[in-house]
């Protein structure tokens, strides 16, 4: 049994310690996989990986800090928090008192103004893959492990206790449902 599992357990069984012992073990891996997401997000973004990570862990290890039956549940609600946060930030972006739908404009470039895509694309799929939900919940958790962390495919598959190639398989089927589904919102 790994360190991260028994302090997990420890955790699972009320160790007040516990998460103070967690923290160290994750907060790298927590990290790079905050700073692969963010490398997506549209330049200018306020948001940085530690920020981010920080944030989630909050929500972790929080007052309602729930029990995780090992690493891949711990990581698939990382995922979650993580996934929680971009898409209130999105959401707090479009919100009229915070410019709405407007572009965030640098001072020397102002004649080159683009449509702001970024959040309106994050909720979108965020629409979709609550539908996902609905539909198979093991093929939208792959998603925010794999959209919101920026897991790996063996990564993801060992998260959720399946073989790579399933995963890669259930990736191939999420992307293109997914895909179908915001096609026909938009369209």
């Not at 599992?5 to 955790?11: E, G, R």
């Not at 905050?34 to 989630?56: I, M, S």
């Not at 073989?163 to 026909?184: G, N, Q």
Request: net charge neutral; charged share 25%; hydrophobic share 45%.
């Amino acid at each position: 049994m790994t360190d991260l599992t028994q302090i997990l357990l420890s955790a699972q069984n009320g160790e007040p310690r516990a998460a103070e012992q967690l923290l160290p073990l994750v907060y790298e891996e927590l990290r790079k996989l905050a700073a692969a997401k963010l490398t997506h997000e549209r330049p200018g973004q306020t948001l940085q990986a530690t920020a981010l990570v920080h944030e989630a862990w909050l929500r972790l290890a929080g007052p309602d800090q729930h029990t995780w039956n090992g690493r891949g549940h711990f990581f698939g609600a990382a995922a979650e928090a993580m996934r929680r946060i971009l898409i209130e930030g999105a959401r707090r972006k479009q919100r009229v008192c915070h410019g709405g739908g407007l572009a965030r404009v640098d001072a020397d470039t102002a004649e080159m103004v683009t449509p702001v895509g970024d959040s309106d694309e994050l909720l979108t799929v965020n629409d979709a893959l609550d539908r996902l939900a609905a539909v198979d919940t093991r093929k939208a958790e792959l998603v925010k492990l794999r959209y919101f962390v920026g897991l790996t495919i063996e990564e993801t598959a060992e998260a959720l206790g399946i073989s790579a190639p399933t995963a890669k398989r259930e990736w191939a089927y999420a992307r293109a449902w997914l895909h179908r589904e915001i096609r026909a919102t938009r369209g």
